[in-house]
């Protein structure tokens, strides 16, 4: 799908990579809709992209509460219509926790916002997309971290993104002969701050070991809108995984290459898998 001169809708769109793919898709003259839970960061998102009358709206709407991203979703369609493109970007870092050590409670944050979340945009924007008849897209973000253990230290987070994976897999598959196409992007480390926010979001969480500081190398981490520019690539060429960061690629092969080697060695009766 051509992306310039699309509606889009991106959650977590007033943080780094969300604020990144607006930037772009303006930029490109589409019209974006930021839902964010933090109506402080959409007012500074506003401010800093809104260029003369560009057709940019902030929505205070949290991906947890289904409510909320159906008024959500109302208040896009009364205005625009559904949209064409719908960016699933917001996300919550646990660091520091083993997971071991992770309370009920953790498991429930992370996956509320990292899963569920994304779930609940669908559930909430695919209906119009399909009804329209009309090319659309989806893209969720997962991370590297869905496809790798990258580090001991994001064990859970690793967690909820290879189940962002596996949604979004399943997803396509049940997209396959409609209009809505799908995109899993999965960046490594971005210059935002992701740190910054989902450590002020898990203070109550009460686990020993959280590690809450921003990692040295941020900064000259990929800029969001880097991120946000590879991944409209990816969307109008139509791929499914789209990959930002190269580094860990060998990595990721080997994985690949030790799940091949734990296939039996002899044949299976037929069976359907
Ligand atoms: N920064 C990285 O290194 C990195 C790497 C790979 C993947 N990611 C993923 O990218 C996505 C965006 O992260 P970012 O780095 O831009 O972080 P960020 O903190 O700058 O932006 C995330 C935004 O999501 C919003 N948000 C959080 N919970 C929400 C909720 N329940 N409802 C609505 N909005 C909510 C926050 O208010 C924030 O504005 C996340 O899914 C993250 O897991 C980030």
């Known amino acids: 799908m051509i992306v310039d001169g699309k509606t889009s809708v991106v959650t977590g769109g007033a943080g780094g990579i969300g604020k990144g793919f607006a930037e ?11 839902l964010d839970r933090d109506p402080q960061r959409i007012d500074a998102a506003v401010e800093a992209l809104q260029t003369g009358d560009d057709p940019l ?6 991906v947890t509460d289904e409510a909320s991203m159906r008024s959500a979703r109302l208040a896009v369609e009364s205005r625009w219509g559904s949209p064409d493109l719908l960016v699933n970007a917001a996300g919550l870092l646990i660091r520091g926790v083993p997971v071991v050590d992770f309370t009920p409670e953790a498991w429930r944050a992370l996956f509320d916002v990292n899963l569920v979340g994304i779930a609940n945009s669908v559930r909430a924007f695919l209906p119009g997309m399909l009804a329209r008849g009309l090319p659309g897209h989806i893209v969720n973000v997962a991370s590297l971290s869905g496809f790798l253990v990258v580090n001991r230290r994001i064990g ?13 897999e399943a ?16 960046p490594g480390l971005v210059s935002t701050d992701f740190y910054v926010t989902s450590a002020e979001r898990t203070n109550g969480l009460n686990l020993p070991g ?64």
Do not use: C, W
């Not at 709206?57 to 949290?62: H, R, S, T």
């Not at 859970?156 to 979004?168: C, D, T």
């Not at 990929?222 to 139509?238: F, H, T």
């Open 24 to 34: 772009k898709l303006l930029a490109r003259g589409g019209r974006v809709a930021l």
């Open 156 to 168: 859970g987070y690793s967690a909820a993104k290879f189940a962002v994976v596996g949604y979004s």
């Open 57 to 62: 709206v902030g929505i205070v709407a949290d």
């Open 210 to 273: 959280r590690l809450v500081e921003t990692p040295d190398d941020i900064r000259s981490a990929m800029k969001p809108a880097e991120v946000a520019e590879i991944a409209l690539s990816g969307v109008e060429r139509g791929q499914i995984y789209i990959m930002t960061h190269r580094g860990l690629g060998e990595t990721l092969a080997d994985r690949h290459t030790a799940v091949m080697r734990g296939l039996p060695e002899y044949n299976l009766p037929e069976r359907s898998f």
């Open 171 to 186: 997803l396509a598959a049940e997209l396959e002969g409609t209009q809505v196409g799908l995109s899993i992007l999965a």
